[in-house]
Structure formats: structure tokens, C-alpha cells
């Protein structure tokens, strides 16, 4: 799968459309609507598939963190060790959520988009926006660019229904 970047200077270059590039076969006219189409829901179909693989990465990014930042917070506070080593272990613990806590919303800014709850309008708000926003799970509340209203915006994996 050539990248999206290049896909148009190859088709130029080999004098086909962007269909018969990625359906692999030379396209007759009368088959070429049919067949677009099915191109734009495979296409859909592995973007939702990403978003979907991304999603569920955060969770395994997230979830071992949080883990292993009460493991140690709880060594640093009943294990006995010297003053330094605490303050060394709660420091390393506050760096790793904070990093943690910006790659989880780095992912959730990138995979897919939020739906505006008044128009329905789907989009990627920035990635400030999304960590400043307040949240519960993934659901955000936002100010969507369209319509200009507030409100809790759900994640959703594609632009379109
Ligand atoms: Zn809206």
C-alpha cells in the first residue's frame, strides 16, 4: 500500500486512476462507479480497523503504568529506605503519569474523531483541545468548530457513519 502522500504521482506517472492503483486491475467504464465505491469502503473499513488497534493500544499503555505507578508509591511509602530513594521513587512516579497521561491523549487525539452532540459533525480537534478538555472515559467536552456549541462529544472511528 503506497503511502497517500504518493499515491497521486504514481498514478500521473503509470497513467491509471487512483481506483485501479488500488484495486490492482485495469478498470472498463461502465464497472468504474461500482467499483470506486467498494474502494472507498475498503479504505474506510481499514481506517476504522487503525483507529480501532490505537484505541486499544492506549489501553495497554495506560493500564500497566497506572499499575506500576501504585506498586511503587505504595514500596516508597511502607518499605523502609532511606529519605532519597523515596523522593526519587514518588518523582519517578509523578514523570511517568504525566508522560503516560500525554502519549494516552496524543493517541485519542489522533485515532478517529469527535461528534458534535447538537450537529452531529464529526472532526480532530487539536491536540491542546483534547488534553485541556474535561472528560469521563473518552467522551470530551468540547466546542465543536462547526456550530460553535459546547458539549460532550463522543469518540467516534470514522469521519462519516
Ligand atoms: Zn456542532
Known amino acids: 500500500m503506497p503511502d497517500s ?3 497521486l504521482e504514481l498514478c500521473d506517472f503509470l497513467k491509471i486512476s487512483v481506483n485501479e492503483l488500488l484495486s490492482g486491475e ?5 464497472f468504474y462507479d461500482k ?3 467498494e474502494n472507498l469502503l475498503v479504505m474506510k473499513r481499514e481506517m476504522e480497523e487503525k483507529n480501532r488497534q490505537l484505541l486499544r493500544a492506549e489501553y ?11 506498586a511503587l508509591v505504595f514500596v516508597a ?4 529506605m532511606p529519605m532519597w530513594l523515596r523522593v526519587v521513587l514518588l518523582t519517578f512516579v509523578l514523570v511517568m503519569i504525566f508522560a503516560v497521561a500525554f502519549i494516552a491523549v496524543g493517541i485519542e487525539q489522533k485515532a478517529g ?4 452532540r447538537s450537529c452531529g ?13 474535561p472528560h469521563t472515559g473518552r467522551t470530551r467536552y468540547m ?10 462529544q463522543k469518540k467516534v472511528l470514522t469521519k462519516e457513519d
Do not use: D
Open 26 to 30: 485495469r478498470i472498463m467504464a461502465e
Open 121 to 133: 459533525h464529526r472532526y480532530v480537534p487539536t491536540y491542546w483541545q483534547t488534553n485541556l478538555a
Open 35 to 37: 467499483r470506486a465505491e
Open 143 to 152: 466546542k465543536c468548530p462547526k456550530c460553535g456549541k459546547q458539549s460532550w
Open 60 to 70: 495497554w499503555i495506560v493500564f500497566p503504568a497506572v499499575l506500576a505507578g501504585f
Open 5 to 7: 502522500g504518493i499515491m
Open 77 to 80: 511509602c511502607f518499605v523502609s
Open 113 to 116: 474523531y469527535y461528534e458534535c
